[in-house]
């Protein structure tokens, strides 16, 4: 007999005809378990070895079974595996074939457990050492963004609200925004990481088991914090698949921002800076494109992950205690916003270090827009004006460049000194823009000096990371 001929279902003693052929294909989650098969494996060896301990298997026993998963594992890797549509799922392909291999000592493999805690450790086994992988892609994403905002700690470009010109501010500054975003969703997947690592196996169905197991053993040997403390609890939480999806949501909206503005740069009416040509694609038709298809892609893909979320809250909020066969439907959307958050995370790590910037350009658009009026508002403010009569004087000396079409900085002295007696020839040192990013000299603040600064704290914060 093959393992894809299996007459008998692990389950099948309690029913009296076989499972109609679509309704075994419609509940099946073969199709897309199957990429568990590593940690369902890992957390049969730990199972296998606490039974042992307690005395329920015997060490040859233990031994036999674990030798025979090794086995079956080196087939899964090598491409020598045939799944069945038949045995459902991951987990029943392979306890089948074990089984099938070593006879009745692969039957005892499953005393004390059930498929509902078997697979609820599985995907957390699973989630945890993908979710390792991202942090470690987000962070050399972080790593890039430092390398490209450290060497454009001087490199003035335009602020934005409403995407309208603001204030100067610089490059690197501005690239640090981003890191700031980074920081706070890489906070947000290890505590996703540290709320999921708690171990679920011994909760069998719902009700625990008769067998006198070892649940703490069991959690030190796969290495989870702890077992789960409520075994209704245990088989029936997702809180952890919607957490990474939040997560996951979150970080993907920032990555869109991102896009956003590296979509507007790349533009010709900005033309703030390029994108080296293995990161684009051009035109069917017009041969003068240069598509920046990467973010527009990562932007793209927003909405894909965010319809997971969405999917995972809606599945979960009518389900009464314990298990449900709806829980099924938690690992397709777990698996395709990890994929593509690997993907994005990935994209974004290679082309952000070889941004470059168009100095020139990004100076030039800074001069429009009467970038400087807020200084000097503040200049005059220093002088005693209050504020709000300094914010009205610089108002009708921007309509006055407005009509003449100059910036406040092209003005002469005395063209300013007509909406205000007490402006000085010393105003010129505040309405430059390099006056302007120098000026705002404190933590957080634009001038060159201080974004060195960040960029040498938020190294220091990358390099005192350690391995989740």
Known sequence: MSQNDQPIKPWGGRFSEATDAFVERFTAS????????????????????????????????????????????????????TWSVSLEDVHMNIEALLTQRIGITGKKLHTGRSRNDQVATDI????????????????????????????????????????????????????????????????????????????????????????????????????????????LDSVSDRDFAIEFCAFASILLTHMSRMSEELVLWTSSQFKFIDLPDRFCTGSSIMPQKKNP???????????????????????????PLAYNKDNQEDKEPVFDAIDTVKDCLRAFADMVPAILPRKAEMYEAAKRGFSTATDLADYLVRKGVPFRDAHEIVGKSVAYGVQTNKDLSEMSLEELQQFSSVIEANVFEVLTLEGSVAARNHIG????????????????SLGNRTTV
Request: net charge neutral.
């Open 124 to 231: 957390r086994l699973y989630m945890r050492d993908e979710i390792d992988a991202i942090a470690k892609e987000l962070t050399r994403l972080q790593q890039g963004m430092l390398q490209l905002a450290d060497a454009n700690t001087d490199t003035i470009m335009p602020g934005f609200t409403h995407l309208q010109t603001a204030q100067p501010v610089t490059f690197g500054h501005h690239i640090l925004a981003w890191f700031e975003m980074l920081q706070r969703d890489y906070g947000r997947l290890l505590d996703c990481r540290k709320r999921m690592n708690y171990l679920p196996l011994g909760a069998a169905a719902l009700a625990g088991t008769t067998y006198p197991i070892d649940r703490a053993y069991t959690a030190q040997l796969l290495g989870f914090e702890a077992p789960t403390e409520n075994s």
């Open 445 to 460: 603040g634009t001038a060159p000096a201080q974004v060195k600064a960040a960029v040498e704290r938020a190294k220091s």
């Open 293 to 319: 298809d990467v973010p527009e892609l990562v932007r793209g893909k927003t909405g894909r992950v965010n319809g997971h979320l969405i999917a995972l809250l809606t599945l979960m909020k009518s389900q």
């Open 30 to 81: 073969i199709g897309f378990d199957y990429r568990l098969y590593h940690h369902d494996i890992n957390g049969s060896i730990a199972h296998a070895t606490m039974l042992a301990k307690v005395g329920v298997l015997s060490e040859a026993e233990r031994d036999q079974i674990i030798a025979g998963l090794e086995e079956i594992r080196a087939e899964i890797v090598a491409g020598k595996f």
